[in-house]
């Protein structure tokens, strides 16, 4: 067993004629926060997609230890213990928020199917109270019974990040936690993100913010027109004149 | 009305004693309302079963089958094969008929799932259609084709000679060791097959599969990476759905011990659909007051006929009650479905959420007087809604 807990090998992804990304290798440490920064269109999303089995690669192969994932199914890769997060949050709109953590957490404990139609919801107190536990970490306990669809962006966003928290994932995929949020939510999720790094699970984060980048990652990947270009910690990245160019621009963060 | 409350099974057990009194008591408190005869109250509970079962396909997983009276077929003509060759005892025809259609529903589901939204519809629509014409020529030997399949004197009934019972000279009526199956005891047997169907119908509601299929239905892609796999969840639902419908059918032969083919044909299948958006898609109650309404109102508009019509408008002037009664006409009686029409395209337009959507805006105005509650979600909902009826 590796101390690699994701092992992404020579990942290519054609869409038609377009490379989107072409010879990735990506390693990421257990236990470890590692960022995926790049600019827009650079294949960060798909990356991730290829990793959750959204889609297949031409080429490579994704480890998760020493599983291979590339060839599974979303649910099956999910059931190994990959949760993740979505650009726009991907939540149960019509159920309230109770039971928006309660599936999930059904889904870890009863794999990808169980027909369990006697017994009643209301008897499932460990999964029950498992979900309020989570909400209260994410500060939406206040509002459980509440219908998931009416909360802001911000309150989803946390919502589903309890979602998939109450799973307890070995690799924890993050697509953009904080677009769209106003700073003072930002700020709140970055204390959440920090508070769940202590547990030790082993994070991948898209991100555009670099506050956000720099307050959490212990490694960065940049990603520039499907390729890795740079790899390091968060001082080798930022000095390096190759992301400068790429990326940072002008900017001088 | 959107259940998402989790409830104690204490409160259950409330609701289905409320719901029994008030079923049991049906000959009693219809009566004003003049429908409580035998066949009118029998078909209200073989619909509410009907409807519950496809509730729990529509309503928690959101996926419309348009297919659903082909299990009712099979139901109906599986009871009636059992009353000829076995026993006019209805528990093997019930049995047989739930059960044939659940294995129906299994292979015309295996099919249908691979797709969702608007080509399941059609996939089911095909498939019933199919079942429907395949009954009403190809198989005539099983189904006796544009007759129908019904009972004679001459039939084996293996069971019933083997305990020595003989049909005398007429036929004979199905019966539940005796209870014969017309009439009020009748529907007695149906109302307690009711009964025990929404009890489990509740369980599932309240169960964490109900939430699962609910989920599916509010978003199946998070389910994915939710680490579920979807389709045998839609499977067991259709499957379920279809026992329901095929435990309906085999009451209809019950009642009336006769199969035709045009029980399976598409406008039944519609039937099914409407009874469920008129009571409230997705709601518990909702689709029994969808079946009691729509049957009730079946049965007294199509009762009307020109000379009840003149008569109910003869304060009338001779020149005017003529041509009102001729266009009132056009309404009840045969035409009754223009009316039936009318009413679903204004409760789509107006309350998509159906009669218990209408109820819970009544009961949140007179609550509201008490308390400034917040409608969370309310809005959102309803636009929801609104778009899956646009949908249908």
């Known amino acids: ?253 | 009305m959107t259940n998402t409350k989790i409830v104690s099974p204490k409160q259950d057990l409330i609701y289905m004693a409320i719901l029994s009194a008030v079923v049991l008591t049906m000959p009693i408190w219809l009566q004003p309302f003049g429908a409580a005869y035998p066949d009118l109250m029998q078909k209200f509970m073989i619909f509410g079963i009907f409807a519950i079962g496809y509730n729990i396909l529509f309503g928690l997983t959101g996926y419309l089958s348009f297919g659903h009276a082909a299990f009712l077929g099979v139901g109906s003509y599986t009871a009636v094969w059992s009353f000829k060759l076995l026993s006019m005892n209805v528990i093997p025809a019930l049995i047989f008929g739930t059960v044939l259609s659940g294995l129906f529903a299994l292979a015309i589901g295996f099919v249908s799932l691979r797709r969702s939204g608007i080509y399941f519809s059609i996939l089911t629509l095909a498939f019933a259609q199919m079942s429907y014409n395949l009954a009403y020529s190809v198989l005539t030997p099983i189904t006796n084709g544009e007759t129908g399949l019904q009972l004679t004197q001459g039939d084996p009934r293996v069971l019933d000679r083997m305990s020595g019972i003989e049909a005398n000279a007429s036929l004979p009526t199905p019966n539940l060791f005796g209870i014969e199956g017309v009439g009020y005891s009748g529907f007695y047997i149906c109302a307690a097959l009711l009964l025990i169907s929404f009890f489990i119908y509740l369980r599932i509601f309240r169960s964490p599969f109900g939430l699962k299929l609910r989920a599916i239905k509010s978003n199946q892609n998070r389910m994915g990476y939710t680490g579920f796999s979807t389709r045998p969840y839609l499977m067991t639902a259709f499957v379920i759905s279809g026992m329901y419908a095929g435990l309906a059918g085999s009451l209809l032969a019950v009642t009336d011990p006769l199969a035709g083919a045009e029980r399976m044909q598409w406008t039944a299948s519609g039937e099914v659909v409407l009874i469920t958006i008129l009571g409230g898609v997705g709601t518990l109650i909702g689709p029994l007051l969808g079946a009691g309404i729509i049957k009730y109102f079946e049965n007294i508009f199509s009762a009307f006929n020109e000379t009840v019509l003149l008569n109910a408008f003869s304060f009338l002037p001779d020149w005017l009650a003529h041509p009102v009664a001729s266009v009132v006409g056009l309404f009840v009686g045969e035409g009754w479905h223009l009316t039936l029409g009318l009413v679903f395209m204004l409760i789509v337009i107006f309350l998509p959420g159906g009669i218990m959507e209408g109820i819970s805006r009544l009961w949140r105005l007179v609550t509201r007087r008490n308390k400034a509650e917040p409608v969370a979600g309310t809005h959102e909902n309803k636009e929801k809604e609104q778009a899956s009826a646009g949908e249908v």
């Open chain 1, 1 to 253: 067993m590796s101390e690699y807990i994701l092992d992404v090998t020579d990942v290519d992804k054609n869409f038609g004629g377009l490379r989107a990304l072409s010879d990735i290798n990506l390693r990421v440490k257990k236990g470890t926060v590692h960022a995926i920064i790049g600019p827009n269109g650079a294949g960060k999303s798909t990356l991730l997609n290829v990793i959750v089995g959204r889609l297949a690669p031409n080429r490579g192969r994704v480890l998760l230890g020493d599983q291979v994932l590339t060839g599974k199914e979303p649910h099956e890769i999910n059931q190994l213990g990959v949760a993740r997060v979505f650009q726009t949050p991907e939540i149960f709109p019509e159920l309230s928020l109770l039971q928006n953590v309660m599936v999930p957490a059904f889904a870890k404990r009863e794999g990808i199917f169980k027909m369990n139609f006697i017994k009643s919801l209301f008897a499932e107190k460990e999964v029950r109270e498992h979900a309020e536990h989570l909400l209260d970490d994410v500060g939406l306990i206040s509002q459980k019974d509440n219908i998931a669809g009416s909360m802001s962006r911000g309150d989803k966003r946390r919502l589903e990040l309890a979602m998939c928290l109450g799973q307890q994932p070995k690799l924890f995929l993050l697509d953009e936690p904080t677009a769209g949020m106003a700073r003072h939510d930002t700020n709140r999720t970055i204390d959440l993100l920090k508070r769940i790094k202590e547990r030790g699970m082993t994070k991948v984060i898209i991100e555009h913010d670099m506050h956000v980048v720099f307050s959490l990652a212990d490694r960065i990947s940049v990603l520039a027109q499907g390729a890795i270009i740079c790899e390091g910690t968060p001082e080798e990245v930022r000095n390096d004149p190759r992301v400068k160019e790429a990326y940072l621009g002008g900017e001088s963060e």
